[in-house]
């Protein structure tokens, strides 16, 4: 598949742009016409820099307001296309892309229309140019792709074919398998864009909102197999407005948006094998032919993983780690013993291990610092992430001890890719202490969820980082109110739930407010008032929580009036809904870390949403009186 | 008129939301249930607090989902309404709102919702509460105001009245005359909320983006005026979801709120009078007595003010003053001299007078530091911004100088409200140099605009302010792509054109990047060529418009090629629309601050919108290389 960008995705200069597109790997650029405008190099120049990073020039976009137009317009249209063609021979660039007409069309009618686009199919033809001609969700009279192409075949010339562009067609949920029926020779171009769904006007919803493929939520690899089943053999070029992108360092979104296509490419091949299959399956001898047919355009692959089974360890790091010993000692955490070479400490609870990291550089204070989830294969899962271009990370091993594929998420945070074991041990752990798996209390305990900030310039790209390189499944977003403004909060979870990650979108901070935004590890157990009331008694620092909730709690749940009395008594919060309950209590902060405690009682799935705005207050608070 | 605002329009605690109000001098506040929830503070202790600030506790909101249900879950419902009435009993509270029914309405039947709403309104009766049931917008059966009365009306009860929110019945383009037909004694309270007006869906748009009356596009003194002629003499609150107001200092929020209300109170009596002649103006006996009817609802009025008649000055700021001098002597300003007590510079161009300040501190990079208006009065303009809540600037004057009446803008640029005189002279320059009108070369100038940086927190305050403050008039707002991100361009300005103010809203800066955001000020000449010409003889260093640009110019407009030889020798900018044509130039920025020239001809009443992508690209561009 040959990748391309719309230089319209990125923030900075025609130059850094093309630069950061050459590094991450594109084989093509779309030059956005403001891009080339606003730039100090002329098109000679530009020409000779894209030779030189290695990058095709595939697209000139966009041209506008061409068709059903008045005679005096089509004159002035003809002489305008004309100065663009004479611009792109320049550039040494043969396609353009020209959208239907929004502003100018006064006349609706399919015959002018072909016969306007002829002539600018001929006047194109004497200069070597293709027309790419796409109809914009929003077109005046022209906005459903199937309209277009049927003025394309009208119009049968060879310098004019169709653009398709995801965006302008699932926005309006057009359908795409006729996509299947073009012919792959007019499709001069194909556009990817995700986006999530939003009820707004398609004009605003396009010109900000859109994501790159599996950052929203568009069926984009059913979109791409139709377009390999037409044969379409050309760029699969992304064209995503954003206004954060736009604001983004553009180097890093480069990656992101490289790292979308590669997925997408792994994600339309399942599909097409997927349907190929059912076909073969079912289907005449015929069918199980076609079922069995190879698509003219390759469809690289990924090595392959399995969502995660499992928390296998989090790390938190300091570099005065004494305020997290006493948090975890008092959690009820067993101190294991420091690594026989590196200045780390684990401490378990049951299956619970955390790793203390006292390698901090000065003045760091306690963090969350390192993630390990357990995958079938580190190494494939790692080569995978590889190819999907996270960057890695390495730790210094000695030679008899275990070495940890890492990889970097888009918040820094490192991701440690383990063996899992079907006891749920790990061998690494033999590294640490004595060596010994000594008896323990009975308490058993799991690594529950992790909660991460985002920076906001790096959300979407965090969604398709854990999406692609970890196979977790992104859920319905909420946003909670905190009194600092609206936290958008993002699950990402395998669908067992044995890996519950929460992606945070705090608010932006002002300069005055201290930060009132931190990162957390939820451990569950089996019996969480037992496990509060033994951390009471070690002295463990609750999070305290309001009188006012107790009674907002009574009289929206009716609970018995013993077990509201421990809640209180203990400072948990109780959720419930139709599969279950959930107790939990939370820690206070050190550093920009704490923990949670949690039990889950049923089947309930959830995270204790409704008192979410209740932790964020006590923070808050406890920060303003600090 | 009562004022109020809902504490879920502020950031911050309950305590800080409070305390914010007080200061702000607002008569009573809504509770807003989950605020009250997350507080440490018992419902004694708010009660407590609220005496001691002297507020009001007007409201408890919201109660959701109460009408058309179920038998068990009205019973249900009924358990949790009583649990409320005794919690307001303890704040003292007597109205609480009651939303229509969103969730778990399964019955969609009039009667059966008043069966069910009166036997609410009893227990609120035998609580001493008045419920207060309002149509939401998005309400599953009940979504309409008049609905929501007919409801009101059938049930009969006096513990049962409706409230009236502007943001849900104008969404929805309900009718606002009807509300005059709904009795005083059921409207038990009345929430505002502006709202600029976007197609999306109405539940979003209500929890993101209302913002405080004048501040958005809803005729909210229509609305106030029919409220006011239906005899409603209760509180008038805010209750303003805003994702930005979320975030943003809890006191100056509450202040803004505050001017919201103010500024609306007026514009509802300026409808009501307007209204009331056209109607004793046009009609029978009967009606002009009506129109000549006092309404119970007392409206306090504001010291008038007219639109500015033109900028008096601007002035520029730095501890190195050194760099402006020379840009506005190679501009073709004549340094007027010192003021005879002050450190500052005048320099004038024709009527365009700008201030060099050397009094800033050490390291004050150069930047705009104030704007002086011509207006009728000073003193009762000041007295209206005074009396609309702006903070008042004061500088040092001797006796015999010339007092200016100031205030500060939400952004810090300080005001000056200046006596306006038909020749466009100012007294005020007689302070400086010798004090001598000398004779000045032909070139005749004014300043034409003044573009201001904004805050993202205070955008929508500065349009609030230099409406109501200032009588300027929000125009549409436009985007403007740079290569840092989109910048969102409001212009506000007299209707004549004589002041014109470019609010700009700024991308949020990365950290790594540099500032690319500046500010400037536009001098409109009669002839904008001579004017370069003379200011290249004099070794102005212009901004570098790239050739392309004059390669698109040419494609869009097809000009003389003398013409655009011209304008790309000189670095002009050029732009036509269907009343006349603009010419433009930029300098260099020093500091924060660049200098515009521009030529106006024929009646061109833009900012050569299509050519600011250019001016921010080279301004990134020389930014990133220095």
């Known amino acids: ?90 550039l040494g660039m043969d396609t353009i892309l020209v959208c239907s007409n929004v502003a100018t069309a006064t006349i609706d009618d399919d015959q002018l229309r072909a016969e306007q686009l002829a002539l600018l199919a001929a006047l194109a033809g004497d200069h070597g140019v293709k027309v790419a001609y796409e109809a914009l969700a929003w077109g005046k009279h022209v906005n459903d792709y199937e309209h277009a192409y049927r003025l394309v075949e009208a119009v049968d010339h060879p310098n004019l074919g169709t653009c398709l562009d995801s965006f302008h067609i699932l926005s309006r949920d057009w359908d795409t398998a006729p996509i299947e029926d073009i012919n792959a020779d007019k499709i001069f171009f194909v556009q990817v864009a995700d986006a999530p769904k939003l009820s707004m006007d398609v004009l605003s919803w396009s010109r900000h909102y859109r994501v790159f493929p599996g950052e ?21 070029s992304l064209e995503v407005f954003n206004d954060v992108f736009r604001q983004s360092d553009v180097e890093r979104t480069a990656v992101d948006a490289m790292r979308s296509l590669i997925w997408l490419e792994e994600q339309s091949a399942k599909w097409l094998a997927g349907t190929s299959a059912e076909t073969a399956a079912a289907g005449t001898s015929e069918q199980k032919a076609a079922g069995r047919r190879r698509y003219p355009m390759e469809l690289a692959t990924l090595p392959k993983v399995n969502e995660p089974a499992g928390f296998n360890f989090a790390e938190v790091k300091a570099d005065d780690t004494a305020q997290l010993e006493k948090l975890l000692g008092q959690l009820g955490f067993e101190f294991e013993g420091r690594h026989r070479t590196k200045d780390v400490q684990l401490w378990t609870m049951g299956q619970a291990r955390v790793i203390i990291n006292e390698q901090a550089a000065l003045h760091t204070e306690p963090a ?37 594929q890492g990889i970097s998420a888009p918040d820094s945070t490192e991701i440690f890719l383990c063996q899992g074991s079907p006891d749920g041990t790990a061998a690494w752990t033999q590294e640490f ?7 323990r209390a009975a308490q058993t305990a799991v690594i529950d ?38 936290v958008r909060s993002q699950v990402m979870q395998a669908s067992n739930g044995a890996v519950r990650l929460v992606l945070n979108l705090a608010p932006v901070q002002q300069a005055s407010a201290p930060k009132t935004y931190q990162e957390h590890i939820a451990f569950a157990v089996d019996d969480l008032v037992a496990t509060a009331r033994s951390a009471r008694e070690r002295g463990l620092e609750f999070l305290q929580i309001p009188a006012n909730y107790y009674e907002d709690l009574d009289a929206r749940f009716d609970l018995e009036p013993g077990f509201l009395a421990t809640l209180k008594e203990l400072n948990l919060l109780y959720d419930r809904d139709a599969n279950g309950e959930f107790l939990h209590f939370y820690t206070a902060t050190v550093g920009s870390v704490f923990f949670e405690m949690v039990e889950r009682r049923g089947n309930y799935d959830g995270y204790g949403a409704p008192n979410a705005p209740v932790r964020h207050a006590v923070q808050y608070d406890s920060l303003h009186r600090a």
Request: aromatic letters at 8%; a negative charge; hydrophobic letters at 45%.
């Open 1 to 90: 598949m040959r990748t391309g960008i719309a230089t319209v995705c990125l923030s900075g200069t025609l130059k850094e742009k093309m630069q950061a597109c050459a590094i991450a790997g594109f084989d093509g650029i779309e030059i956005f016409e403001q891009d080339l405008v606003t730039s100090p190099l002329s098109p000679e120049d530009i020409r000779k820099m894209a030779a030189d990073l290695g990058l095709g020039l595939d697209l000139y976009q966009p041209f506008r307001d061409f068709d059903g137009v008045t005679p005096d317009l089509l004159k002035a249209n003809l002489k305008r296309a004309e100065a663009k063609f004479k611009l792109m021979a320049r």
């Open 216 to 236: 929203g939520q568009f069926e984009l690899a059913k979109f791409m197999g139709h377009v390999v089943r037409a044969g379409y053999t050309g760029p699969v």
């Open 368 to 404: 969350i610092a390192a993630l390990g989830f357990d995958v079938d294969s580190p190494v494939i899962a790692s080569a995978r992430a590889q190819q999907l271009k996270a960057p890695v990370v390495s730790r210094k091993v000695q030679a008899d001890e275990e070495v940890f």
């Open 433 to 439: 202490g004595e060596g010994l798996e000594h008896p």
């Open 449 to 486: 969820h992790v909660n991460l900030a985002q920076p906001w310039q790096h959300f979407d790209e965090a969604v398709l980082f854990y999406t692609s390189a970890l196979a977790l499944e992104p859920q319905p977003f909420a946003e909670v109110p905190s009194p600092s403004g609206l």
